[in-house]
């Protein structure tokens, strides 16, 4: 599928905010598009210096996908935390599909290697982040809300702070304080 | 779990990291003022203060992405795995880094294991880059060096390029070095492999270019190995100016290339800003692997790239005594210098470092050492020269025997070896399964070590360098086996190597073995510690100004040579024994030979007159004496002196 431009992408955005279920439909192939692109960049340039350069790859992603510029200032905090849960729910569906292709597949062919994609480390597993995500919600709704921003959204603080009515003060102490609760709740889920 | 439990734990995880790191354990402990649940808890989540911290630092759509490279790249290495590259058979993968992936593998036609770099296709297409590489690797293959890695080849089969070389079981140092920096005294003996093997290459004109914790191996006897020397110019670009291979080739940083070469943290300023580099950026990048070493702690980091790279170029790392209480001021000096931005008021040469590295560590082992130095106490008491046969008899039941006076049956000799040429210098290992020997070997022209187990046909050989290996010395441990090298002067010293083969390491150059007598002054001796060797350094021809001769202990692990008799000519002191309780040597004691010669009937000649006649022929069962006095009228005194 071509790229869609990022204003096809933000209209699919917003229909879906408004109920239309067909929007979903089309924005999930888009969302694997840009997985599928940045993985092929990234198996390009996998041997040199990743930090930088895969940065600026994400945010042109993000950007493709979730493009506030096209929204007007008064709708920008719920275009951030519904493109942020949408994101959520496509990557995890993403990382389930993957698991389920492989586990349903050949079964001869798994090699340890391979065994070991579906362990890997928590802050790699999105599917016991998500289950993780949905304990610390119960427990304290804004700092689920802040990881889901930051992390699934792959928005800025400033950006995060805005969604929520909150200072980039708070949300940088609440990212803290979850990603210490998160990764305790996924050791012990991981432990049993 | 309750939020005011959960609140307090966060406060504290908080709260004591924002302590020293010496001082964490004792905060925690008072804070939690007896919840032991709570201190576990908390220090639990310390310990994976660093996994948290990366915990959603990438955003999600990059960890869906990686999580389809790896799935890609694994069934790559899955394929590789169990295939045959040339006449290489791929066993496992190893790890992966920057520069390839790395499998262990059986090289088919020497049976024995390798590690196979296998590079990445994209970084190998641009021939002249390949070309430029290929070089470099022949080079680096060239520079065989105890803490270098040996290249054994480089190749290119079904479109796979690979490097083959040598495999090493150990850690790298990222894995070795622990939150709170290294013990003094191992960190000083890995840094000071790991400038000898930088001086080496230095020397050779090679530049590692990404010298880093993780491309340092140390193996489970602490030897040292530098990795991937020269590869970081496969992800360098070339400069407009210098495209020849040998010049220094500038990196570029600019950022919408990606095309930074080497680790930001350990890179240096002038690396950093693409500048031309030389081999005083290695120095850079060897005094912040050091720091950390020390401290547990990098040098420069930043929360970015980005930062790093600025911490690099702008910033002062915190005096490692601040961070570690241990550290002797001179270590800290030599640090800095390393660390300095500017190239000119760096050390200018690793060995000037090594050289300053082996003295602090000398100081700091004596100051550990509460039995200091040796003291010299001569007995003069004479002791009879023993010549040992080297047959293997049954002789731990005869010597038995012959001390409780119970009549023996004569003593079978039984061949333990029967080949051309001459066995020389047997010595038995420690638990007396096996005996090492020099040999001069089938063709009678490259004396080596062997090893060869007892009642058993195989032998071992240990060394193939051309020079003559001589007077293997068996650690106390069983692990080693000490050996002089001879020949040419820029081979000779005293090499240690592991009892099972692989990479000898140099434990002492040359000036031991200066002068006309190392042939005749008697192999080597262990303290039972296992961390000196007894030797005897000749007295060169010809010197008058200041004599070296006497008995010298070598650290086993480097540092200075203590020289512990000083014998007036033409006296000379040879074949040191150290006691079993290290306590005492024994040495011989005589008048020097006439110089250039070695023909004189003397115990020493004796001596070895005696190892190539009964050199373990197979030649008759006949009565052989374990022990006897030496049969030179000119025999030579020995003494003993008191050590400790």
Redesign the interface.
């Known amino acids: 599928m071509a790229i869609q431009s990022p204003q096809e992408v933000t209209q699919l955005l917003q229909a879906w905010r408004h109920g239309d279920n067909a929007a979903l439909e089309k924005l999930v192939p888009l969302?694997y598009d840009?997985?599928?692109r940045?993985?092929h960049c990234?198996?390009?340039?996998?041997?040199?210096?990743k930090?930088?350069?895969?940065?600026v790859l994400?945010h042109e992603?993000?950007l493709r996908?979730i493009d506030a510029s096209q929204v007007d200032w008064k709708n920008r905090a719920h275009f951030f935390s519904i493109s942020a849960s949408l994101?959520?729910r496509i990557?995890v569906e993403?990382?389930r599909s993957?698991r389920s292709q492989k586990r349903g597949g050949d079964v001869r062919k798994v090699?340890l290697?391979?065994a070991?994609?579906f362990s890997?480390?928590?802050?790699?597993d999105?599917i016991a982040?998500d289950a993780a995500l949905n304990a610390l919600a119960a427990?304290d709704q804004r700092k689920a809300r802040v990881?889901e921003l930051?992390?699934?959204g792959?928005m800025t603080e400033e950006e995060t702070a805005e969604a929520l009515g909150i200072s980039s003060d708070t949300v940088l102490r609440d990212w803290?304080?979850a990603?210490?609760?998160?990764?305790?709740e996924m050791?012990q889920e991981t432990a049993k | 779990m309750n939020p005011e439990r959960w609140q307090r734990i966060e406060q504290l995880y908080h709260s004591t990291l924002e302590r020293v790191p010496d001082q964490r354990d004792s905060f925690l402990k008072e804070a939690c003022a007896g919840d032991e649940s709570l201190r576990v808890e908390v220090e639990s989540l310390l310990a994976c203060q660093s996994k948290v911290e990366a915990l959603c630092e990438s955003p999600a759509l990059e960890v869906a992405a990686r999580a389809l490279v790896r799935e890609h790249s694994n069934q790559h290495i899955a394929a590789l795995t169990g295939r045959t590259l040339s006449h290489y058979r791929v066993l496992e993968k190893l790890g992966e880094g920057g520069m390839g992936v790395v499998y262990k593998a059986l090289d088919t036609r020497l049976n024995r294991p390798v590690a196979l770099k296998v590079l990445p296709s994209d970084r190998v297409s641009d021939p002249e880059r390949k070309r430029r590489f290929v070089k470099e690797a022949r080079a680096t293959s060239a520079l065989n060096h105890p803490n270098i890695i040996t290249i054994y080849d480089i190749d290119q089969t079904e479109s796979v390029d690979f490097i083959a070389m040598e495999y090493v079981a150990g850690k790298s140092l990222d894995e070795l070095i622990p939150r709170s920096g290294m013990q003094l005294g191992q960190a000083l003996k890995v840094a000071i492999q790991i400038a000898e093997g930088l001086s080496r290459a230095h020397t050779a004109g090679i530049i590692h270019r990404d010298l880093k914790p993780s491309n340092i191996m140390v193996t489970g006897d602490g030897l040292v190995k530098i990795l991937d020397f020269g590869l970081a110019k496969l992800t360098e670009r070339q400069s407009p100016s210098g495209p020849e291979a040998g010049q220094p080739t500038s990196i570029s940083a600019e950022t919408e290339k990606g095309t930074i070469a080497g680790t930001a943290a350990y890179m240096s300023p002038e690396q950093a800003e693409g500048r031309p580099i030389d081999a005083r950026s290695d120095i850079f990048a060897f005094g912040s692997v050091l720091y950390e070493m020390v401290t547990g702690r990098r040098a420069f980091q930043g929360d970015s790239h980005i930062s790093t790279v600025a911490a690099v170029l702008k910033e002062e790392p915190r005096p490692p005594s601040q961070l570690a209480s241990d550290i002797p001021p001179g270590l800290e000096r030599a640090i800095q210098r390393c660390l300095r931005k500017d190239t000119a008021r760096r050390w200018q040469h690793i060995e000037d470092v090594k050289v300053e590295l082996e003295e602090l560590k000398a100081e700091s082992d004596s100051q550990s050492d509460s039995a200091g130095h040796p003291v010299i106490q001569r007995h003069r008491r004479w002791l009879w020269a023993a010549l040992i046969g080297i047959a293997l008899v049954a002789a731990g039941v005869w010597l038995w025997r012959l001390r409780t006076g119970i009549e023996l049956p004569p003593p079978q000799v039984v061949p333990l070896t029967s080949y051309p040429g001459q066995e020389h210098s047997p010595t038995f290992s420690p638990e007396g399964d096996r005996v090492a020997f020099s040999w001069d070997g089938e063709k009678l022209d490259n004396r080596d070590i062997y090893v060869k187990a007892v009642g058993e046909t195989y032998k071992l050989r240990l060394t193939t360098d051309a020079a003559p290996d001589v007077f293997p010395a068996w650690s106390p441990d069983g692990r080693y086996i000490a050996f002089y090298r001879t020949g040419a002067a820029e081979k000779r010293g005293i090499y240690l190597i592991s009892a099972l083969g692989g990479q000898e390491r140099k434990v002492s150059d040359r000036t031991l073995l200066d002068g006309v007598y190392m042939s005749t002054s008697g192999g080597l001796s262990w303290t039972p510690d296992g961390k000196w060797l007894a030797g005897a350094r000749p007295r060169p021809a010809g010197t008058t100004a200041e004599d070296p001769s006497g008995i010298c202990l070598i650290p086993v692990d480097g540092g200075v040579v203590r020289r512990i008799t000083a014998p007036k000519a033409p006296l000379l002191d040879l074949y040191p024994a150290v006691s079993p309780d290290g306590k005492r040597i024994a040495f011989g004691a005589r008048r020097s030979l006439p110089t250039g010669t070695d023909s004189q009937p003397g115990p020493e000649n004796s001596a070895h007159h005696a190892g190539a006649r009964s050199k373990l022929r197979p030649d008759a069962d006949r009565e052989l004496p374990l022990s006897r006095p030496s049969p030179s009228p000119t025999s030579v005194p020995l003494r003993h002196m008191k050590l400790a």
Not at chain 1, 120 to 124: D, T
Not at chain 1, 179 to 184: D, S, V
């Open positions: 969302v840009e997985l599928h940045l993985a990234y198996m390009n340039r996998e041997w040199e210096n930090s930088l350069q895969t940065t994400v992603a993000y996908l994101m959520r990557l993403f990382a993957r090699s290697d391979e070991a994609l890997p480390e928590p802050s790699e999105l982040l427990f990881v930051r992390f699934f792959g803290k304080s990603k210490l609760w998160l990764w305790r050791r």
